[in-house]
């Protein structure tokens, strides 16, 4: 089951789709931040940004 997911993962679309799914939730949290008034805190949105980084740096293409 392992070898399965990790393969998937080989895949461009098994990569760059959960990318785009964590953009997005991201961009969803700071546009509902900033429509709750919360501006001053939007910089907290910058932090869950080194789990996006660390996963594109664990998926990193063997060949690229």
Not at 8 to 29: D, I, M
Not at 37 to 52: C, D, F, K, Q, R
């Amino acid at each position: 089951m392992h070898h399965d997911h990790v393969n998937k993962r080989e895949t461009p679309v098994g990569r760059w789709l959960p990318v785009l799914f964590y953009t997005a939730n991201l961009f969803l949290w700071l546009l509902t931040g900033v429509a709750a008034g919360l501006t001053e805190l939007a910089w907290l949105v910058i932090l869950p940004l080194s789990a996006l980084a660390l996963y594109l740096a664990r998926t990193k293409r063997r060949w690229a």
